[in-house]
Nanobody
Framework: QVHLVESGGGLVQAGGSLRLSCVAS????????LRWFRQAPGKEREFVAGISRNIGLTSVSDSVMGRFTISTDNAKNTVYLQMNNLKPEDTAVYYC?????????????WGQGTQVTVSS
C-alpha cells in the first residue's frame, strides 16, 4: 500500500514562499508520475503541477506558472513543490498524488493534505 505524507504548509504573507514536501513510502512509486493538486474552500480540487521522472517531463497549471516549481529527490522518494510569490488565491489544502500514467491526470493515491494560507 502506498502512503504519501505531505509537509511544509503554513501561513505566509502575500509575496512570500513555501516549499511543500511529499514522501512516498513504497519503492514502486519510482515508476509513477507525481503530482500536486489543491482544493480551496467551496471549489473543486484542481491540478497544480506534475512530474514524470521516467521521461523528464513536468507540467504546471497556468495559474502558477512562473511561480511554482515541482521537483523530486528519487533517492528519498520525495516530491517537492517550491512556491514563490504566493498570492491570497493560492490559499488551499495541497494534496500529493501518485499512481496512474499521465502527468496531469490524478492517480489513485492521495496524501492527507497540507494547508497553505496566504494573507494579503
Amino acid at each position: 500500500q502506498v502512503h504519501l505524507v505531505e509537509s511544509g504548509g503554513g501561513l505566509v504573507q502575500a509575496g512570500g514562499s513555501l516549499r511543500l514536501s511529499c514522501v512516498a513510502s513504497v519503492i514502486t512509486i519510482n515508476n509513477s508520475p507525481l503530482r500536486w493538486f489543491r482544493q480551496a474552500p467551496g471549489k473543486e480540487r484542481e491540478f497544480v503541477a506534475g512530474i514524470s521522472r521516467n521521461i523528464g517531463l513536468t507540467s504546471v497549471s497556468d495559474s502558477v506558472m512562473g511561480r511554482f516549481t515541482i521537483s523530486t529527490d528519487n533517492a528519498k522518494n520525495t516530491v517537492y513543490l517550491q512556491m514563490n510569490n504566493l498570492k491570497p488565491e493560492d490559499t488551499a489544502v495541497y494534496y500529493c498524488n501518485a499512481g496512474g500514467w499521465t502527468v496531469t491526470e490524478p492517480g489513485d493515491y492521495w496524501g492527507q493534505g497540507t494547508q497553505v494560507t496566504v494573507s494579503s
